[in-house]
């Protein structure tokens, strides 16, 4: 397995922990479907996936999974408060054109939000943007700026400040260390390579 | 392309329908339902007729069929040649057929003209054994639900116990949809794209155009006329005018542009076809008088301005309540007929009824009758949504 495959499905681990069995669980952000595959063969899940990439929900479609070709906002305006027990935001939030909008909407429309991200704070990722000047490739982010989709490299104290802000509470939170399967407890800031959160009103 | 090039001899080209991929020479059955049938509106004819095709073989336990679902000017012939000579294979013959994305080796294709239509089903210019003359107007109101529970005496007489999936496209998405509502056990998958719950009102306003066309044409005579006649004029004009609601802009501007046709002086005021575009809608509008009945034509834009999903049910939602099979709905950038937007809603109503249902759109030019585009695209969604978790295999040991 390589080495971003088998991060990926560290991340997986944690996020199905989250993940009551049964529950009725919407992905932001679906891709080809692999996670929300995951919790249905793990929990049991009832998954509704979105994504703005037709490849990707045929890739979604063929895993016998809901997804939905469209705007993960316009999405959840289509439904009522509490609809979905989870949504989950995983490796997407850092390219949202408005964060605040999209976060606010998955906290109406589900009971708990879990979002996991790339830790920018992480002293690698600083180290590196120190001494290269350049943006940060390695395994995760493969891509030159210019091929990639816009990107706000967030930190794990950049995102607790916006839930301090926003008046979001946090139920649990997983810090990970670079090799993203180590819990990291202390100066996750620094020393977190993935952070995963679990939101809630 | 200017090599001038000796043709070889030896080997004259395969004809098309002896293509490995082509369901090849088909030929269209009749149904015959000898008792009577009543209608919504509660009127009853004593028995009808469907005339139908299947490609592929029903299996042993009688459930891998797949229904097609036709629109409008549509027929049962949706595949496959009638003839060596046909210039046309059936209409949806790009999709279905050995190895193609309705795959003829594992399913049990059958393409039903709906009740109500022309192209051999039982419709407003059948005969009225009770009179002995054409039904024309005092034939029953159709509805989509009628087409629907004819078509399932169809399918119960094919000895078809489990249908694996429903396609369709504009009406025929209608159909598809509401066979998974009214039978729901029957139905494990329905694919209906470029469809809609209930017309706008710019679908219906075209639709009455239409219809005022014939109903204005004089030889209509109130919808009594001989089989080999009938409003000419008013169902070509009919035609001319949907036609362009199923192109788009962009379509005919790449297709003809402002070209002009060759016999056309270039700056005459004429009011004889000038432009390609005029002479490609009289061609469409000749072509259809020639196989289409204008009372059919009546009798199915009415039943398409009728549909009316939420009206029905009380809402979408309680609509697709009953709904137990997959559901997959596509919609199509250009079509500005059934736009994006509706074929959205209902998927968004099939996810707030708790139902599994996916929403692809595919970004084309070519509107509301993209869904008989040729896309590798297309072909491999619907691949991948009636094949799904047959060979889909994934290992998630950590």
């Known amino acids: 397995m390589s080495r971003p495959a088998e991060k990926r499905t560290v991340d997986m681990q944690i996020i199905a922990e989250w993940v009551e069995p049964g529950a009725r669980v919407l992905d932001l952000g679906c891709g080809s479907g692999a996670l929300l595959d995951y919790l249905v063969q793990t929990k049991k899940v009832s998954a509704v996936g979105v994504d703005l990439d037709f490849g990707r929900i045929t890739a979604s479609v063929r895993r016998g999974l809901s997804a939905y070709q469209g705007d993960m906002t316009t999405f959840m305006q289509a439904f009522p408060e509490k609809h979905f027990d989870r949504v989950i935001c995983s490796r997407t939030v850092q390219e949202l054109a408005d964060p605040t909008a999209v976060i606010t909407e998955a906290l109406r429309v589900g009971r708990a939000l879990t979002v996991g991200f790339v830790n920018h704070g992480f002293w690698k990722n600083r180290v590196n943007a120190l001494l290269q000047g350049r943006k940060i490739r390695n395994a995760v982010y493969t891509t030159e700026w210019f091929e990639s989709r816009p990107s706000n490299p967030l930190t794990i104290a950049d995102f607790e400040h916006f839930c301090a802000a926003k008046g979001i509470r946090i139920a649990r939170r997983a810090h990970l260390a670079g090799n993203w399967h180590t819990p990291s407890r202390t100066w996750p800031n620094l020393l977190a390579g993935y952070a995963l959160y679990d939101l809630a009103r | ?398």
Request: glycine share 10%; proline share 5%.
């Open chain 2, 1 to 398: 392309m200017t090599d001038d090039v000796e043709v070889a001899q030896a080997e004259p080209a395969a004809p098309r329908y002896l293509a490995p991929d082509d369901v090849g020479l088909v030929a269209p059955r009749d149904f015959v339902h000898r008792e009577p049938f009543t209608f919504k509106s509660g009127q009853v004819i004593p028995g009808f007729t469907l005339r139908y095709e299947t490609y592929g073989q029903l299996n042993t336990t009688r459930d891998n069929a797949i229904l097609i679902c036709h629109a409008l000017s549509g027929d049962h012939h949706c595949a496959g040649w009638h003839s060596p000579a046909d210039k046309k294979p059936g209409w949806w013959n790009n999709l279905i057929g050995p190895g193609k994305a309705v795959d003829t080796r594992r399913f049990f294709v059958v393409c039903a003209n709906v009740l109500g239509g022309c192209q051999g089903s039982t419709g407003p210019s059948s005969i009225n054994p009770e009179t002995g003359r054409a039904y024309g107007t005092t034939f029953p109101f159709v509805t989509i639900r009628d087409m629907v529970r004819a078509q399932k005496l169809l399918l119960d007489h094919l000895g078809v116990v489990e249908l694996h999936g429903v396609i369709g496209g504009s009406m025929g998405g209608m159909t598809a949809m509401l066979t998974a509502i009214e039978y729901p056990k029957f139905t494990r998958r329905v694919l209906a794209m470029a469809t809609t719950g209930r017309e706008g009102a710019q679908a219906i306003a075209f639709n009455e155009v239409g219809r005022q066309a014939i109903m204005q044409d004089p030889a209509w005579n109130r919808g009594d006329y001989p089989r080999d006649a009938g409003p000419r004029t008013g169902l070509a004009i009919a035609r001319m005018m949907a036609h362009i609601t199923y192109v788009s802009d962009a379509s005919m501007e790449r297709k003809f542009g402002r070209r002009k046709k060759e016999t056309a002086a270039t700056d005459a005021y004429t009011f004889e076809t000038q432009f390609e575009v005029e002479g490609y809608l009289r061609h469409q509008g000749q072509s259809f008088i020639n196989r289409f009945d204008a009372n059919t034509y009546l009798y199915i834009t009415r039943a398409l301005d009728q549909f009316d999903l939420a009206h029905a049910y009380g809402s979408l939602e309680k609509a697709f309540a009953p709904v137990e099979g997959d559901t997959l709905i596509v919609g199509f950038t250009s079509d500005w007929l059934f736009p994006p937007e509706q074929n959205r809603a209902l998927a968004l109503a099939l996810l707030r009824a708790g139902k599994r249902a996916s929403y692809a759109e595919l970004s084309t030019d070519l509107g509301h009758d993209s869904f008989l585009l040729e896309s590798e695209e297309l072909y491999s969604l619907v691949r991948a949504f009636l094949e799904r978790g047959q060979h889909y295999d994934s290992n998630y040991s950590i």
